[in-house]
């Protein structure tokens, strides 16, 4: 069918019909081919047209000149309860010159699902009326897949929102930039944004939309927050939604799940980019045992078309919490503020168990070897192995950043520095000099440190640190793995520093491929030092360089073990017992050299 120039009078109209459908099921989806070609062949539009509804829903347009070529539409019709129709609509404000055309439409997956005799199986739900059989994951999620309701009955209706009669139990953060906004129909801005709801599949549904234009920033964010949940630890409880993500400059959609509520939580889903004209259907299950909350956050692409719509947010299997999530207050470095200390006679030299209050020497404190029976003397330290998953930093911290700022505030947003990472938050383009997996996992879910050189300028260095280590022993080495991948790597160094005086341990610069590689570097017997990894940034933004499965192995200090040594075993002369296998082996194995006397 097409449409060609008939005159030149003033607000001409051709309308397409189609026949009148009864109702459609809640996968229905509608796609043509389309032909827009001239000088002035003007805008066109298909139009919903629904039995009871005076306003019309704006499925689909096109404007002007599409060049010399047919192109697919894709329509997401959706449940459609009441019979409605489609008319495609070409309008021409006075001269028309060019051809409007449309053929090959097909409707998709539109039929309710058909009757069957029998629906087993825990995971199926037999409709009512219709005899339909169902996933039951799609039982009170606020979509009639039944096609007589049945699926939608007895919900309870804190656990789940349409937005129809407005945010239900779901709020808006006042730590974010800016606010999601209730909305009937399209955004304000053409081509982008969601043109219905997906509740009603109307222009009178109302639904969430995150506002792209000014004065919203790039990386501005907008975060809803849920009601709060009692510990689910089997799994069962689980949060649906249907997103919305269409707009050439559509940045990025995530959801977190928090136990703490001065804390932004842990990632549980994302999405980067544009992702078409239509709602998408996401399951998410949640696993805590600690009551928790759900935020969804959306961040603001780089300019005005990157608008995001949420609707029909549900939850099952999960049951409100009356109480309110702990607050958590911390100190510059991330780490949380010691309790009181407890009674004791400790002097100013000695370190305080928590606990018991029993004293040890402060050269017992961060030596890798618990001295204290409830491990506090080892718990502002740095770990012994640390693979970064669930955001742990492992007491690994950035001095440089905590000298500028006292809780990393806007002010180090662009400095060369280092940030956990993981291949699944990678932005589009950032895959070629990014690992896409960590070590640990070997996932794009698993976590790794990384500097990232789009921060920065060529020179920079960024230094993370561990605590200051007490006291280690002669065999003490660590080990981590390193990606350094991309045509503009710098260089990566390992670093003792003991007081004011800072050496180097080991480096690597340069491009070494797409991949981890092991990295050994010895320590031995050292006191009140700390250990730094120095990345360098290249000239350019192409060259993370990434660590991963950081282990101090074989570091607790030597101990005297109060008894007599064995045959087997050399007696240092501070009463250690050592191997005879590591005298006279250029390892000072004692701590006071004497293994490598050369009397022996």
């Known amino acids: 069918m097409f449409v060609r120039k008939k005159s030149n009078s003033i607000s001409q109209v051709a309308q397409l019909r189609s026949p009148k459908f009864k109702q459609s099921g809640s996968n229905c989806t509608l796609t043509f081919w389309y032909y827009n070609y001239g000088l002035s062949v003007g805008a066109a539009e298909m139009q919903l047209l629904v039995d009871g509804?005076?306003?019309?829903?704006?499925?689909?347009?096109?404007y002007y000149n599409q060049g010399n070529q047919w192109l697919k539409a894709v329509i997401q019709l959706g449940r459609l309860p009441h019979p409605f129709q489609l008319s495609l609509e070409k309008i021409s404000l006075g001269i028309y010159d060019g051809i409007s055309a449309i053929d090959d439409v097909t409707f998709e997956n539109c039929a309710l699902p058909s009757p069957v005799l029998s629906c087993e199986g825990p995971n199926r739900f037999w409709c009512r009326d219709t005899k339909a059989c169902v996933d039951r994951l799609s039982v009170c999620d606020l979509v009639d897949n039944c096609g007589d309701g049945s699926d939608e009955e007895n919900c309870n209706p804190d656990l789940q929102c349409d937005f129809e009669n407005g945010m239900c139990n779901w709020e808006q953060a006042t730590e974010d930039d800016f606010d999601w906004i209730r909305i009937q129909g399209p955004t304000p801005t053409v081509n982008t944004g969601p043109l219905k709801d997906h509740t009603t599949g109307t222009a009178r549904g109302h639904y969430l939309y995150m506002e792209s234009s000014k004065p919203q920033q790039f990386q501005d964010t907008a975060v809803l927050l849920s009601p709060l949940f009692n510990p689910s630890v089997t799994g069962t409880c689980i949060f649906r939604f249907h997103y919305h993500m269409f707009g050439k400059q559509v940045y990025k959609l995530s959801v977190?799940?928090?136990?703490?509520?001065?804390?932004?939580?842990?990632?549980?889903?994302?999405?980067?980019?544009?992702?078409?004209?239509?709602?998408?259907?996401?399951?998410i299950r949640i696993s805590s045992?600690?009551?928790?909350?759900?935020?969804?956050?959306?961040?603001?692409?780089?300019?005005?078309?990157?608008?995001?719509?949420?609707?029909?947010?549900?939850?099952?299997?999960?049951?409100?919490?009356?109480?309110?999530?702990?607050?958590?207050?911390?100190?510059?470095?991330?780490?949380?503020?010691?309790?009181?200390?407890?009674?004791?006679?400790?002097?100013?030299?000695?370190?305080?168990?928590?606990?018991?209050?029993?004293?040890?020497?402060?050269?017992?404190?961060?030596?890798?070897?618990?001295?204290?029976?409830?491990?506090?003397?080892?718990?502002?330290?740095?770990?012994?192995?640390?693979?970064?998953?669930?955001e742990k930093r492992c007491g690994w911290y950035q001095p440089a950043l905590e000298e500028m700022s006292g809780n990393y505030s806007i002010h180090t947003t662009n400095i060369f520095k280092w940030e956990l990472g993981r291949g699944a938050n990678l932005h589009p383009g950032q895959e070629k000099n990014s690992p896409l997996v960590d070590h640990t996992t070997c996932t794009e879910e698993g976590w790794y440190l990384f500097a990232d050189s789009s921060n920065g300028e060529f020179g920079h260095t960024a230094d993370i640190a561990t605590p200051v280590i007490s006291l280690t022993g002669p065999k003490c080495k660590i080990i981590f793995w390193n990606h350094m991948n991309g045509s503009t790597i710098g260089s990566l160094e390992v670093l003792c520093k003991t007081h004011n005086l800072t050496s180097k341990l080991w480096?690597?610069?340069?491009?070494?491929?797409?991949?981890?590689?092991?990295?050994?570097?010895?320590l031995g017997i050292r006191s009140d030092f700390q250990v730094v990894f120095r990345a360098k940034r290249g000239v350019s933004y192409m060259g993370d360089v990434a660590v991963d499965d950081i282990t101090f192995e074989d570091c607790s200090p030597l101990l005297i073990s109060g008894r007599p040594c064995t045959p087997e075993e050399f007696t240092c002369a501070n009463k250690y017992c050592i191997l005879k296998d590591n005298l006279c082996d250029f390892v000072n194995d004692c701590a006071d050299n004497s293994d490598e006397s050369p009397a022996i």
């Open 53 to 62: 509804l005076e306003q019309p829903t704006v499925l689909w347009r096109v």
């Open 289 to 390: 045992s600690k009551p928790f909350q759900i935020l969804v956050k959306g961040t603001v692409g780089d300019s005005f078309t990157g608008d995001i719509g949420l609707d029909d947010m549900s939850f099952r299997g999960c049951t409100l919490y009356n109480g309110n999530l702990p607050t958590v207050s911390t100190t510059t470095s991330g780490t949380s503020v010691p309790a009181t200390v407890p009674m004791n006679n400790c002097t100013e030299k000695e370190f305080v168990c928590r606990v018991s209050g029993h004293c040890i020497q402060m050269i017992q404190k961060c030596d890798f070897r618990p001295d204290c029976s409830d491990k506090s003397d080892e718990t502002a330290c740095v770990t012994e192995v640390c693979n970064f998953d669930n």
């Open 256 to 283: 977190f799940q928090r136990a703490v509520s001065n804390t932004k939580g842990w990632l549980l889903w994302y999405k980067f980019g544009n992702q078409g004209n239509r709602w998408i259907r996401q399951t």
């Open 507 to 522: 480096s690597q610069s340069g491009n070494q491929g797409p991949q981890w590689n092991r990295a050994e570097v010895f």
